[in-house]
């Protein structure tokens, strides 16, 4: 990969027409968009997966988790083949991976072979996520215009996550749950040949070397970790194994940080964190995704399982959750280009507070109206949060590291789901001492306060990442990547 190759194209990428470039956004958001109906929408389906293949609650935590799980631990890597050897290439590649993984996820004939497809699917869309932020950062070169950019990528990502379960919904009910994997397949095909058609192939200017063992250690952090909490309960918080995954996740973690500190060219490059903004976007993102992965697990469960809805019906119910994200997600991405992030951070943190708040009220006769209200103020916190997480990750850094930064903040989103499901499941569950129907909504209550603090942690996060003080480390951390860019 010469250095003419990757100079013809960047010239590319900044000579697109305005139509072009848009229609390559399009088509970015288009990939990502069937990405979060899918983590979404088998939400909405786990009541019928677990009583077609007879999953347990731990089981059906894995089919979701097994996919987060994977995308965490492997969008990092898929940021840096990115770069590496073309995005345009590696995206098409992972659109292709994702289309097959679904189609073995609608064929699986047990819980194991469907946690093992939505693992497949894992690996293609962590080679679509990370790909697609840094073709738009390479195409949308004007800040303002980048961050508005960003906004309607991240109003993809929140919206399709919002109407993921109104869509399973409609599909569960009309067709079956497999019909949530068919969806993606034809999606995938036409992704495939739009990005052909329209998305120039770009390179970053250094090719970083790989990091097999910065890989594999952020696989047995976050896979330990997961195992740990999701499987506490039933085998026991004391018990040999968890105690194990536990000792395993938290050595996983010191040896990342002691490897990636010594590597010349890290997988997880432990600069970046030196930026207050870049370090927020990380725990903001991790906080925000824990209270929506969590709140999409449980819900469903609640919704379907104790108040006796149809998958359609608690679509529907989350109707107004999708339709504040739709709506805010554009207006937080102009709201950053315009004012900054400060606002719409601590305007999400807020809302995802109020919703949580609400939702401790929630019982066996709670009205559905007192229901979609909370899911609303839950939706416009959702829509508000993107565009800010994933500016200030990528806003501050080279444009040359856009692949690598866009990645650790796609893998914070990714790590968020997993922790949510798995320790909001776990506390929801520890309080389950009869049936999921009769002691699901009580149980619950403490897992929402969670939620609720996750909120109070986004406003914090928001005035912090957006000082004065937070802005020079962002400087300061630019300028020490640009003269040592390893």
């Known amino acids: 990969m010469s250095g003419a190759t990757v100079t013809r194209g960047a010239s590319e990428a900044g000579e697109l027409s305005r139509r072009r470039q848009l229609a390559v956004l399009a ?114 070169t004007e800040p303002r215009e980048r961050a508005r950019a960003i906004g309607l990528w991240g109003a993809a990502i929140g919206v399709s996550m919002a109407l993921g379960p109104l869509v399973g919904g409609i ?43 910065g890989q594999i250690l952020i696989l047995v952090f976050l896979a330990a970790l997961t195992y740990g909490i999701i499987e506490g309960r039933t085998l026991g918080w004391s018990s040999v194994p968890v105690s194990a995954a536990f000792v ?61 809805l149809t998958p359609l019906q608690a679509g529907l119910m989350t109707l107004p959750m999708a339709v504040a994200n739709a709506v805010f997600s554009p207006l937080s991405g102009r709201l950053v280009g315009d004012r900054g992030a400060r606002l719409p951070m601590v305007g999400a943190g807020l809302m995802v507070l109020v919703s949580g708040v609400m939702l401790t009220r929630a019982g066996t006769e709670t009205s559905m109206w007192y229901l979609g209200c909370a899911y609303l103020a839950l939706g416009v916190g959702m829509g508000l949060v993107n565009a800010p997480i994933t500016n200030a990750a990528v806003s501050g850094m080279p444009r040359a590291q856009a692949g690598v930064a866009s990645a650790i903040a796609s893998t914070s989103r990714q790590v968020g789901i997993s922790l949510g499901v798995a320790v909001f499941g776990a506390v929801a569950f520890s309080g389950v001492t009869g049936s999921v129907v009769d002691d699901l909504a009580d149980a619950a209550h403490p897992a929402w306060v969670l939620m ?35």
């Open 171 to 213: 599909l569960v009910d009309g067709i079956g749950w497999e019909a949530i994997f068919w969806l993606n397949v034809p999606v995938c095909v036409v992704a495939i040949t739009l990005t052909a058609v329209l998305v120039p192939e770009s390179r970053a200017p250094h090719i970083r070397r790989p990091d097999p063992a």
């Open 248 to 308: 395993l996740a938290a050595t996983g973690l010191a040896g990342l940080i002691v490897v990636e500190s010594r590597r010349r060219e890290p997988l997880l490059d432990l600069r970046f964190f030196r930026s207050v903004p870049f370090s927020s976007s990380v725990i903001g993102a991790i906080v925000a995704f824990s209270a929506m992965g969590g709140f999409l697990f449980l819900n469903t469960l609640y919704l379907q399982q104790v108040r006796g």
């Open 27 to 140: 088509t970015c958001c288009l990939s990502l968009f069937i990405v979060g109906i899918d983590t979404s929408g088998v939400n909405v389906a786990l009541p019928a997966i677990g009583a077609a293949l007879g999953a347990s609650s731990s089981q059906l935590q894995w089919v979701i988790d097994s996919y987060t799980l994977v995308l965490a631990s492997l969008l990092m890597l898929g940021g840096s083949l990115g770069d590496r050897l073309g995005r345009k290439r590696v995206f098409q590649v992972g659109l292709g991976v994702f289309g097959i993984g679904s189609v073995l996820c609608s064929l699986a004939a047990t819980p194991e072979m469907l946690i093992g497809a939505r693992m497949l699917q894992a690996i293609g869309g962590a080679m679509m996520n990370p790909v697609a932020m840094s073709i738009i950062t390479n195409i949308f």
């Open 452 to 486: 609720a603090l996750c909120g109070a942690a986004l406003v914090a996060v928001g005035f912090v990442s957006t000082t004065r003080w937070a802005t020079a480390t962002a400087e300061r951390t630019r300028e020490r990547i640009q003269r040592d860019p390893m």
